[in-house]
């Protein structure tokens, strides 16, 4: 939109008071033809009326410059509010886009929840194995702790077994009510664990395969044979440290044992008893030298023969 006035300044009064009444018209008229089409008037044979509106034009030229500065400015503020008010309209939308999102993931949190009150449903509901000791003490237990590689040998690591008064009793006599026959344990299952029970007499006896437990023999039944496991009990005897031998008088179970990363320590040698170095520079004791043990058993040899052949 083009402008539509043009201001006239009241400090000019004095100067057109000093023209005549023609002259001031002649003024008026050009000033308006000036603002309305930049017509510069030809005043050239009257010097008081070129000079008043040469003022006079300095003056229009002046609002005309502050003018347009103002509408850019203007239009720039315009255009501000108008990119803000888009971005609020923007930021609301997403804000409604992630509370839905948020929704959605409380009904997957949800419907993960039930899944695993489901599974722990069931595993209540699982059967689990017994076995009769040498005592003929009968037991129905439900292991709650799982297979885990990560458990230190100083922690807490003894299975705390569940046991309900409505499916054992420890006298041998019937329970009130009539209680359902466990499952046996598979046949190579309570092998392994009368194996252990036969060679690792100085550790916690095995009274009960709960399902945990079988599940977890059958798991290394599928890389081990029955050799690896005899050799696996066999060194857990004859290990000092995990029978208990250590500064927390911590020793292994059979739980602990069977563990895929435990199992595997055991049978590297890891809980080997140490061996001493006697005055001769021969090593002492039961446990299998390791290669860091051979080679400080070469250089005592060594050392001994430079002796000898020095005193010589």
């Known amino acids: 939109m083009e402008k539509q006035t043009f201001i006239l300044f009241t400090e000019n009064k004095s100067l057109v008071d000093k023209l005549s009444d023609e002259q001031a018209g002649k003024l008026i008229k050009a000033v308006f033809q000036y603002e309305c089409d930049d017509t510069f008037p030809d005043f050239s044979d009257d010097l008081a009326l070129s000079l008043v509106f040469d003022v006079m034009k300095r ?6 410059e502050k003018y347009e500065i103002i509408k850019e400015k203007r239009k720039e503020a315009a255009n501000r509010r108008w990119q803000n008010t888009k971005n609020s309209s923007n930021t609301a939308k997403d804000t409604n886009e992630c509370k839905s999102i948020q929704t959605d993931a409380n009904a997957c949190k949800c419907i993960q929840k039930d899944a695993n009150e489901c599974k722990s449903m069931q595993t209540d509901a699982n059967t689990c194995y017994t076995v009769t000791d040498t005592d003929t003490v009968t037991d129905t237990v439900t292991d709650t702790v799982t297979d885990t590689d990560t458990v230190s ?19 041998g006599d019937s329970p009130d009510t009539e209680t359902p026959q466990p499952k046996k344990a598979p046949q ?10 036969t060679i690792c007499t100085s550790l916690p006896k095995v009274k009960h395969i ?6 977890a023999v059958n798991a290394r039944l599928k890389v081990y044979d029955t050799d690896a496991f005899r050799t696996l009990f066999e060194k857990a005897q004859s290990s000092d440290f995990l029978r208990g031998s250590n500064k927390n008088n911590w020793a292994a179970d ?18 080997d008893n140490i061996r001493e170095v006697n005055g001769q ?20 040899e060594y050392r001994n023969k430079a002796l000898k052949e020095g005193s010589g």
Request: aromatic share 12%; net charge neutral.
């Open 59 to 64: 003056q229009l030229d002046y609002s005309r």
């Open 281 to 300: 520079g021969q090593y002492t004791g039961t446990g299998k030298p390791s290669l860091w043990e051979n080679q400080m058993q070469m250089l005592a």
């Open 188 to 197: 190579k299952v309570r092998e392994i664990v009368d194996m252990y029970n």
């Open 210 to 215: 709960s399902g945990a437990r079988a599940k």
């Open 254 to 271: 059979f739980d602990w044992l069977i563990r895929d990363t435990n199992f595997a320590k055991v049978l590297d040698g890891k809980y």
């Open 153 to 171: 040998p100083y922690g807490d690591n003894n299975i705390r077994e569940k046991l309900s008064d409505d499916n054992f009793s420890l006298s």
